[in-house]
């Protein structure tokens, strides 16, 4: 049976915080809404869009988060036009990426970005390539929910147990564990590590060189 690493992206693959923080910034002004702090925004990161609106502007209507959702979207789309930086590619995750490649690893993403906007991550990188398969928020329900994994193993051919989940976020271990597969945290994103052991997470990652152990070791 093949071994599947899953990979989160803002936060594991890439630091996407500066460009998302920006967007709910204006997202938030646009609309007439106080601007949630920071700290709240990186919390979301994973999310899908009208569950991270959810939270942070809890006094909003079902409407009102799916109008934030799309006014984000099209911040976000001003945003690109306009020449942003790229996200960058945590230190170590290249090399980590290509350990596990040539260890016999087939690779996956799962993420609350849509496909457009991790497409243009992994393009930029030269990673897409590396990927055999790539789940994003445009046809899952939001973590913790396994829909994503669970697809992830079926077009890779993988079972949970020889599956795993890398991500930075309480939501990627509680949807690892939904989806009964390994789950990895890592230390270099948007939640504590101690959070992610609080979620379910197996092992704990310090540095992205630590992966393939951590995969090799298992549960």
Known sequence: MNRLAIFDCDGTLADGAANICAAMDDCFLEAGLAVPPAGATRRIVGLSLPEAMRLLHPTGSDDDHRSL???YKQVFQRMRARGM???PLFEGMAEAISELDAAGW??????????RGLAICLDHHGLRSRFVTLQTADRHPSKPHP???EAAMAEAGAVPATTAMIGDTSY???MARAAGVLAIGVAWGY???????????????????DIP???EEGA
């Open 69 to 71: 959702a799309q006014r």
């Open 85 to 87: 930086a790229p996200d």
């Open 106 to 115: 087939l690779l996956g993403v799962a993420t609350g970005k849509s496909d």
């Open 147 to 149: 829909s994503m994994i």
């Open 172 to 174: 990627d271990m509680a």
């Open 191 to 209: 939640h504590e590590p101690e959070e992610l052991t609080a979620s379910g997470a197996h092992r704990i990652s310090m540095t992205p060189s």
């Open 213 to 215: 152990r951590l995969l």
